[in-house]
């Protein structure tokens, strides 16, 4: 197959080799990844090293600025080795992109004490948020905080309540410190095994205002971070960014369940029959609609950002009904690769459902990550085709 990469500069392809020379070690270690149930302390030395956690962080801090793509190819071909690996490196490398975007205090208040700090998140807003004089007072449980184990702040989703009878409650993210939260270990799953993806709980902590980030300021770009950073990069709306750092490993996942699938395929023999299973259609069918899948999802998801950083680049707004269907395309490839394993799975026999099998785990995987709620092409699509019809958005996570 052909390497799932989009190269825009020297640099950009340096670290996409870089990726794809780790993929043999990846593999070697599933075993002690799985065990662990989160990505092992040597691999996350070695993704810092290779400069992914910094791929979207500000010049200023150490970082390279480089184009969303480059961090998307990153992705998918580590994703080829170890989905949870793949998985917990783009989304933590986000999380640096999005510190970018808070007011510039904040940035001190995290780079500033340690430049190779690591951001977990959990954004669903279930905590409680009581706003206090200078900031607010957070307390609850939040999930699904993949990577939490190696980050020493996290970004935490909850509703600021109105400020007014009839207001609305706020969407914010808040930035909290390793010390103002606990992990409780409930990451006993069947996908994703090593993304350590576990509970946060928070007692009364407070946040001061600096460390938070209204989601609406990341839907409309008026981010306080821009103040600082005015590359194109930092214009990007925060959904589009995000979105992608959830559903790009899922490239890597269907390349890397063909390949599993291929290299047995090519020489198993039928128990049945005694024919060569590389003979029969219903292989060929799920090898074809597998290569051309993926071919197919890297084209729209790859055009997606092209046309989002010209705009970015010209720093004009990306038009509302193409923010929409970046994001349907973005979850759409999601079902499709999943659609694409689930067929490769399904005609690669009986020893396929045995632990250990490679293509069984690229199957886990997979519909590991199309539950979480930003690949649900559901809501999305409905979104977008109404903006088409006319209506209103209803997403701000675009």
């Known amino acids: 197959?052909?390497?799932?990469?989009?190269?825009?500069?020297?640099?950009?392809?340096?670290?996409?080799?870089?990726?794809?020379?780790?993929?043999?070690?990846?593999?070697?270690?599933?075993?002690?990844?799985?065990?662990?149930?989160?990505?092992?302390?040597?691999?996350?030395?070695?993704?810092?090293?290779?400069?992914?956690?910094?791929?979207?962080?500000?010049?200023?801090?150490?970082?390279?600025?480089?184009?969303?793509?480059?961090?998307?190819?990153?992705?998918?071909?580590?994703?080829?080795?170890?989905?949870?690996t793949a998985w917990v490196m783009s989304v933590l490398a986000v999380h640096a992109w999005q510190l970018a975007l808070f007011p510039e205090a904040a940035h001190h208040d995290v780079w500033g004490n340690d430049p190779d700090a690591l951001i977990a998140s959990s954004y669903a807003p279930t905590g409680r948020i009581e706003p206090v004089e200078g900031g607010f007072r957070v307390s609850g449980r939040w999930s699904f905080s993949s990577g939490c184990d190696h980050c020493s702040w996290i970004f935490l989703g909850g509703m600021v309540p109105p400020a007014t009878p009839d207001g609305a409650p706020q969407m914010r993210t808040f930035l909290l410190p390793r010390a103002d939260w606990r992990i409780e270990d409930n990451w006993h799953v069947t996908g994703l095994v090593g993304s350590g993806s576990k509970d946060i709980?928070?007692?009364?902590?407070?946040?001061?205002?600096?460390?938070?980030?209204?989601?609406?300021?990341?839907?409309?770009?008026?981010?306080?971070?821009?103040?600082?950073?005015?590359?194109?990069?930092?214009?990007?709306?925060?959904?589009?960014?995000?979105?992608?750092?959830?559903?790009?490993?899922?490239?890597?996942?269907l390349e890397g369940a063909l390949d599993a699938y291929t290299s047995v395929a090519r020489q198993r023999v039928a128990a049945s029959s005694g024919a060569k299973v590389a003979g029969e259609a219903v292989a060929q069918a799920a090898c074809a609609d597998a290569a051309a899948t993926l071919d197919e999802c890297k084209a729209v998801l790859d055009r997606a950002f092209a046309e989002m950083m010209d705009y970015a680049r010209r720093d004009q707004p990306i038009p509302l009904e193409r923010r929409a269907q970046f994001r349907y395309e973005s979850?759409?490839?999601?079902?499709?690769?999943?659609?694409?394993?689930?067929?490769?799975?399904?005609?690669?026999?009986?020893?396929?459902?045995?632990?250990?099998?490679?293509?069984?785990?690229?199957?886990?995987?997979?519909?590991?990550?199309?539950?979480?709620?930003?690949?649900?092409?559901?809501?999305?699509?409905?979104?977008?085709?109404?903006?088409?019809?006319?209506?209103?958005?209803?997403?701000?996570?675009?």
């Open 1 to 84: 197959m052909a390497e799932l990469a989009t190269v825009t500069t020297l640099d950009d392809g340096a670290f996409v080799r870089a990726a794809i020379d780790m993929i043999p070690t990846l593999k070697a270690r599933i075993p002690l990844t799985r065990e662990l149930r989160r990505v092992p302390d040597e691999t996350i030395a070695e993704l810092r090293a290779a400069g992914f956690f910094d791929l979207l962080k500000p010049r200023a801090w150490g970082g390279h600025e480089a184009d969303p793509r480059t961090l998307y190819a990153v992705q998918a071909n580590l994703g080829r080795g170890c989905p949870s």
């Open 201 to 253: 709980v928070v007692d009364g902590a407070f946040v001061p205002e600096h460390r938070t980030h209204k989601f609406i300021d990341g839907f409309t770009g008026r981010n306080p971070g821009r103040a600082v950073f005015d590359a194109p990069l930092f214009r990007l709306p925060f959904g589009q960014v995000f979105v992608r750092s959830v559903s790009s490993t899922i490239l890597g996942v």
């Open 331 to 398: 979850s759409r490839a999601v079902q499709r690769c999943c659609d694409a394993v689930d067929g490769l799975f399904t005609t690669a026999g009986g020893r396929a459902i045995f632990d250990g099998s490679e293509i069984l785990r690229f199957f886990q995987d997979a519909h590991a990550i199309r539950a979480h709620f930003a690949n649900k092409p559901e809501k999305p699509g409905l979104n977008f085709g109404g903006v088409m019809l006319g209506l209103d958005n209803t997403d701000l996570f675009l």
